[in-house]
């Protein structure tokens, strides 16, 4: 195998590219040809067992991280938030099956669906099964498909169907040397026929790579720093006309230009299914752009263009097409969480957080060409609603293109967050009447109702109102434990059966006791039977003040593949008659219609819940479990709003003039407006505002007050919100309340002019007597002492002048927030105003390494004064809060870490140097908290010459104290900053 690196080429194109007005073309940056080798068919061979040791497989590397804390829009819900889930029955699935049983973390859920087989792969094995489940191949490790796969297993695979060629690939990355690794079937049965294997040499490892279809080659996208010195491709095309022969094969590697990354990302090519090749060249390559990162100023999805000449490769060329935002119909998104962090989405109990996989555009991106347009669909994970806690989401597209080689066009999108349950790791396909499915996870750690890792997947028809999931949910995998790790996915795989490019084949990963499992399910959106109809929603009447003749509306869909008309349709309301009258309209398949009943019905009794049941009687149906629907509403009395959430104010540091933003509903029958709204604050007179928006019944709005809340002093607030509507039928359900801190967290006020406090403190190397009496708040971090955690027991030694009790803790995950964990001494009494009391306290044995901050209090808080001593922020009426530095250490040895210099410096623009200099070698990780514990940046550093440097954007951040952490995951160096 040879590669050649074309810098020549790539110095020219790249000044071209970059500073010359006309050019926006960059050619490759390498070039590499790989022989085949032929491998026998599975059928005859022995093959070798998966490899069953729990391990974490290819832990994620990150590079420079983007995310600047506070920039970025929308700061409010997504408005593209499809808050509701789809009412239209969805078909159970039509099979299930268990696809893989393995330890490896993650598991990499791959597979694709061909005429006659099912081609399954996970880290680091393969198996194949026929199309009812059953297993024609048994489980294997990648190694089996020989040739240059032999003794290599290092995962991350892919498999794809290549429709147009009727064979089979299956992939995976090598380290040794840096390659993708490709087995090609020789022909269309996976078992019987044999592979090609092709090792194509990468110079740099192509970390996350992912496959896709296109004429004049296989693409391959891969998670590459651009701005790495070492590093110049990020998206590799192989040969496919060569490979499909088992001829010796060439590949060609490009950059990325113009990219702007948050740490590990995943751009995506185009993946062609159907029945019509794309024509060669203009493979696009897709990826979006977050405004919160650096260097982005709105939020867009941006599209390159690779054409690749085989016969000259220096002719080849990647170019920046096109990049659609708000104008032209990207709605903006927040794709970021905890800073980029790969622990996210909470999960039940005590189980870790787990990885949402920001950043990715999710496996696969299908291209399908139609009559009159070519469509591509894909999805990524976003934070519906950033000004809340974090609610991960599903933002879906369409894209359409009117003619071959013409711009790309927003045709619809979508965020699929139908309830409180967080949603990400998706995986969505187009079949050939352009209905969509989409696959995915679901988990929630409400205790009330956990959801372990669930598989799920919804769709809708290609008629239906645009941006919306209209199918209901169906399950197919349902964990009965969580996830054990932060570790998921790191993808799911949708694929399309090319027999009748109408059944989606869904994998994905779930958790069963001691097992990390794959689950494959077969669902079909398109009509399975000719003559097929059924009530879907009951639209009218609804919950509200109802009477004597209300009119009932209904919403018919055409399930079948037949237009239809002329069929008796029936409703009833409890166990009273039914009401039967013939729909006279036509249908067209897979659409809906809405039809009214002529016959009224009486719901005029106040209080009263009507059970409406509908029903159609189409002749020949030939799918009865869609026919019927059934809906509860209540004849509600006519006035009753009330609160129902405070959105805003709420704790954090430095708090000044807050808006106030609630929500209110309408429980009543009747639309509202004009009526009175107020606020209080700490038992307060009520701030009163009058709402002119009209409220209609079971509808909600937000309304943010005109006069912003003072919380400018630092304590708790109390605070009320409610309604006063005259003659609400229902007063209890009028207000809600909150309580919110302004927490900066670090507690001035407090009061130490009667000598309560600290007023000299002892902890092994530091030494702090005759502490001066202030504002109640001293700053000594810059004193700092190391504990050994094998030592276990140490003392502390505190005086204080007055009655005063005393407690302390260590922030031992450098979170900026003192923990009930963390808490090291609990309400000690000082016993005496002139000797020092001594307090015993334990280092975990499994306290992480390195520096942290230590938090000492001490006051008299006995009930008649204000102030609570175990709450590390909170203001005493008489005492002292004082934070020390403490460096845990395991044994007498200093690590290379302790002994560097971690310095911080900041401009009056809020732009912060951080330079650690150190004899360490190896990537330390940056985060950065605010005080409430929210991460807001986590980023790898790698050292450069002179040590490791960042710059930290703050300027978009609110103002208050947030702590810099610079280390390792065991061990770090902490500092405190603040944001004027």
Known sequence: MVKKYIFPVLMLLLHIGLYGQDQEKLGPVSHGVAKPSHTAPLSTKELVAPNKVVKEVNPKNRSANRVVPGKGYPKSPDAAWQKKPGTTPTKEPLLTFDAANTFHKPTDPTGAVGPNHYVNAWNSAFAIYDKQGNILSPPADLESLGGEFTNEDLGDPIVVYDQFADRFLITQFSDSPNSLLVAISQGPDPVNDGWYTYRFETGTFPDYPKFFVWSDGYYVTTNQDPEDEDIHEVVFVLERDKMLQGEEAQHVGFPLPGVRINGFYSPAAFNAVGEEMPAPGNSPILYFQDDAWLGVNEDILKIWLVNVDWNNIANSTISESQELGPSQGVTPFHSTFDGGSF?????????????????AIMYPTSYRRFETHNSVVFNFVVDVDPSLVEHAGIRWYELRQDATGGPWSVYQEGTYAPDINDRWCGSIGIDKNGNIGMGFTVVNDNPEEPIYPTLRYTGRYAGDPLGIMTLQEETTAESSVPNDSNRYGDYSHTSIDPVDNETFWFNGEYFSAGSRLNKVGVFKIAPQFAKDVGVTDILRPISSTLGQAEQVTIVIRNFGSEPQSNFPVWYRVGTGPMITEIFTGTIPPTSQMEFTFSQTVDLSQEGQSYTIAAKTNLEGDMEFSNDFQSKT????????????????????SNLGMEEVVVTIKNFGGEPQSNFEIAYSINEGPFIRETVTQTLLPASEISYVFNNDADLSESGVYNVVVSTFLAEDSEPDNDSTQTTIANLDCIPDGSSCAFSDGINSFYLEEIVNENIYCTTGYNNFIGLSTRLDRQRGVYQVGVKSRATSEFSMWIDFNDNAVFEPSEMLVRSGDIISSSAVTIFEFTIPEDAPLGEHILRARAGDVRPQYRGELNDPCDVMEYGTTDDYSVIIVDGLDESELQQGELVITSSEEDIFEINFTTTYQRPLWLTVHNVLGQKLVENMLRKNYSG????????????GVYLVRLGTRDEGRVQRIIVR
Do not use: F
């Open 343 to 359: 622990r996210n989405l909470p999960q039940p109990g005590d189980a870790p957080d787990v990885d949402a996989l920001q950043g």
């Open 633 to 652: 509403v209540k004849n509600l009395p006519p006035n009753d709003i009330g609160v129902t959430e405070i959105h805003s104010p709420v704790s954090g």
């Open 948 to 959: 490791y440097s960042y710059t930290l954007d703050m300027s978009y951040a609110a103002p």
